[in-house]
């Protein structure tokens, strides 16, 4: 059974101060793995597809990173719009469904 | 362009009762997915479709049905409602440019059980 695991659950950041989340996945066959930004009360935000170890992608002050056993997304220098919450998903290869299996979230709160 | 849409956006309902919600994909995306979200957890895969073909379900009781139509726009069913239903169901789509991995999600339906 695929499973993704994020830590911390929670994390409040000074603005400016830069940190990571990491998640920690179990899947046979990834097919890819995703990042998602969601405000409260809305849908989760596309931001990343990594496909393969090694693989990094960036988008303004965020860049994620991929092993075969854990993705980290990196933020630089935060600014309070940055709060959300970090989604990280896994897509196993094979079959005929893409679906999304989804880790918990880590909740990111950016101070002033 | 329009992204995902969802309606209704919110809706209140008795246990018992049954419920309808419904998505538009993105224009030119031909598959979408439902998914369930209880607060403070992640997304749940419930169903997805294809060229209205289902093509893959998670492990949701048979209370809960979908279809896709010509237009490539879903709905989703819930039968029997019970107060565990409450959630954000979440639909998104996705087959732009032939990608069916990438999925794009709309607003989703608050639905509270009472």
């Known amino acids: 059974e695929d499973q993704v695991t994020q830590s911390p659950e929670a994390l409040r950041l000074q603005e400016g101060e830069s940190s990571s989340l990491n998640c920690s996945y179990t899947?046979?066959?990834?097919?890819?793995l995703f990042w998602y930004r969601q405000d409260p009360g809305k849908g989760p935000e596309f931001l990343f597809t990594l496909y393969s170890a090694g693989e990094e992608k960036e988008k303004e002050r965020l860049k994620a990173t991929l092993t075969k056993k854990e993705s980290f997304l990196h933020i630089t220098a935060p600014k309070p719009e940055d709060s959300a919450t970090y989604l990280c998903?896994?897509?196993?290869?094979?079959?005929?469904?893409?679906?999304?299996?989804f880790g918990s979230g880590t909740q990111l709160t950016v101070l002033p | 362009d329009a992204g995902v849409t969802q309606s209704p956006t919110h809706l209140i309902k008795t246990r018992g009762q049954h419920v309808t919600l419904r998505c538009s994909p993105i224009?030119?995306?031909?598959?979408v997915s439902w998914y369930q979200q209880v607060l403070g957890q992640g997304p749940q895969f419930i169903f997805q479709y294809y060229e209205k073909e289902e093509r893959g379900r998670g492990n949701f009781p048979d209370r809960f049905s979908a279809r896709q139509f010509p237009n490539y726009s879903s709905e989703l069913n819930v039968n029997a409602l019970l107060l565990g239903d409450s959630a954000l169901y979440l639909c998104?789509?996705?087959?732009?440019?032939?990608?069916?991995?990438?999925?794009?999600f709309g607003p989703g339906t608050r639905l509270t059980v009472l």
């Open positions: 998104a789509s996705s087959g732009g440019t032939g990608n069916y991995n990438e999925q794009f």
């Open positions: 998903a896994v897509q196993a290869a094979g079959g005929s469904a893409r679906q999304l299996t």
């Open positions: 899947v046979s066959g990834l097919r890819g």
């Open positions: 224009s030119g995306h031909k598959s």
